[in-house]
């Protein structure tokens, strides 16, 4: 059995961050793993910079509430899971996905997760080690053919991992420095190499 791990960000849903960094005009929050490999740091100084400017964990999920999957998406995801197991792994967090999951009708979904104080801001956050790279070592010491879609620094060791890796719309950089991978620029051309890979 194949099973279809796929990264959330910039292959299903907007960059959260980059949404909030927009709406809060905050332009420091609008780095990635795209820019920033190491998410530990990211985070830290996310977590920071949300203080900083008496941001809230409801005024983020109020501006995530209001953003849309990528076009496309939905379908994409509904055609997947009528052919594969599909497991989504992100290194979000459960506290934001709460409105994401309902529209993307509940895939299941491994992520990390935060700590809010009695005030409502985010002060730390519990991240999963290496929860993309691990889960797919365990699904394949299970017998599971793993197939796994991202498109960012912090997907690379995933897709090395699994048995067969996509990177899907990925910047430049990351294109060029990882030729090696499979690459699809859209869902239907994304779809063409999965038809192939049953």
């Known amino acids: 059995m194949k099973v279809v791990c796929s990264d959330l960000e910039s292959v299903i849903f907007p960059e959260i961050w980059i949404n909030v960094a927009q709406k809060t005009k905050i332009s420091q929050l609008k780095l990635t793993t795209r820019e920033v490999p190491d998410y530990h740091l990211l985070m830290r100084k996310r977590i920071e910079i949300l203080r900083k400017n008496n941001i ?4 983020i999920q109020k501006i995530i509430q209001k953003i849309e999957p990528l076009k496309g998406a939905e379908k994409f995801l509904k055609w997947v899971r009528e052919r594969f ?3 989504i792994l992100t290194d979000s967090f459960y506290e934001f996905l709460i409105p994401v999951l309902k529209r993307l009708n ?3 979904v ?3 997760s935060l700590k809010v104080n009695k005030e409502g801001f985010i002060v730390d956050c519990e991240i999963k080690k290496d929860l993309k790279l691990r889960t797919v070592n365990y699904l394949k010491s ?18 090395k991992a699994s048995d067969f890796g996509i990177l899907f719309r990925p910047p430049l950089e990351i294109a060029q420095k990882f030729s090696n991978f499979f690459q699809a620029q859209s869902y239907t051309h994304l779809r063409a190499k999965l038809n192939q890979l049953k």
């Open 56 to 59: 809230r964990l409801k005024d």
């Open 85 to 87: 197991q599909l497991i």
């Open 106 to 108: 509940y895939p299941t």
């Open 110 to 112: 491994f992520c990390n």
């Open 142 to 159: 299970l017998g599971f053919e793993v197939i796994a879609i991202g498109d960012s620094y912090n997907d690379i060791r995933m897709l």
